[in-house]
């Protein structure tokens, strides 16, 4: 394959212009933030996990108090109603005095372990409380961290991508003034080649594959038409003379 000199260096400045691509592709790809935001939304979802059985707990025991109260309240009213019947005097039957009195005692043990109850629910709602309160605090604290790193790492990417996108203008220009059939060539190599399909050839060393020509491929190079589009022999890419090429 033939192609002007000057069109093997534009072929440089592709090849330039794909690595910086490339370059800028990997850069937003891995930026800090990614593994920041990452590790934090982690964080919040253990986080949230942790308040809703805090929550939960909470609600729980909202409820066993209720329950517990209502149960306070009732043997309440009732040792009330029996020790009204004992006042008024219209039990007068002795073995009945007797039983209401044994009764109007068991209601008043059986309202002491109720309300023991209760205060120890309400210890446990209290401390049900104080944890959905402080996850709750983290929770918001860790949302923060993640909007933060989230707004830093879309402010670093739409900065990558004006550069991505001014890179790829670039490169469209410079490729279009590069013949067709070398620019074919050049793409098959870069796939094939890791993204280097065309490299320099630099005092006497390929900067593709980093080898030094032996003076054998040296004479061949320097023999070779000016045009001819040659190849290194040892990472197949496209060699491309300068003026610094050492011939």
């Keep these: 394959m033939n192609a002007e000199p000057a069109d093997q260096i534009r072929l440089l400045d592709v090849q330039a212009l794909d690595v910086r691509l490339s370059q800028l592709t990997h850069k937003k790809r891995?930026?800090?933030e990614h593994a920041e935001i990452e590790a934090l939304t982690a964080d919040l979802a253990q986080l949230r996990d942790l308040l809703v059985a805090?929550?939960?707990e909470e609600g729980d025991?909202?409820?066993?108090?209720?329950k517990a109260e209502q149960d306070v309240e009732q043997v309440r009213n009732r040792a009330a109603r029996d020790q009204q019947r004992l006042d008024s005097g219209a039990v007068t039957s002795p073995k009945d005095?007797?039983?209401l009195q044994r009764e109007i005692v068991s209601l008043a043990k059986r309202q002491g372990d109720l309300?023991?109850?209760?205060?120890e629910i309400m210890e446990r709602r209290e401390s049900a409380q104080e944890r959905t309160a402080e996850l709750t605090q983290r929770v918001d604290s860790v949302q923060a961290k993640v909007d933060d790193a989230t707004?830093?790492?879309d402010a670093a990417a739409g900065?990558?991508?004006a550069e991505i996108a001014a890179a790829t203008k670039e490169r469209e220009v410079v490729a279009a003034a590069v013949p067709a059939e070398l620019m074919k060539l050049y793409e098959k190599l870069r796939v094939q080649q890791g993204g280097i399909g065309a490299a320099r050839l630099y005092q006497r060393r390929c900067e593709g594959c980093r080898l030094e020509l032996n003076i054998t491929e040296v004479n061949e190079v320097r023999d070779a038409p000016r045009d001819k589009v040659l190849r290194c022999e040892n990472c197949r890419r496209i060699?491309?003379?300068t003026p610094d090429s050492g011939l």
């Design 54 to 56: 805090a929550r939960t």
């Design 159 to 161: 900065e990558l991508d």
């Design 61 to 66: 025991a909202a409820r066993e108090q209720t």
């Design 239 to 241: 060699l491309v003379r």
């Design 30 to 32: 891995n930026l800090p």
């Design 151 to 153: 707004a830093r790492r």
């Design 97 to 99: 005095l007797e039983n």
């Design 115 to 119: 309300e023991d109850v209760v205060l």
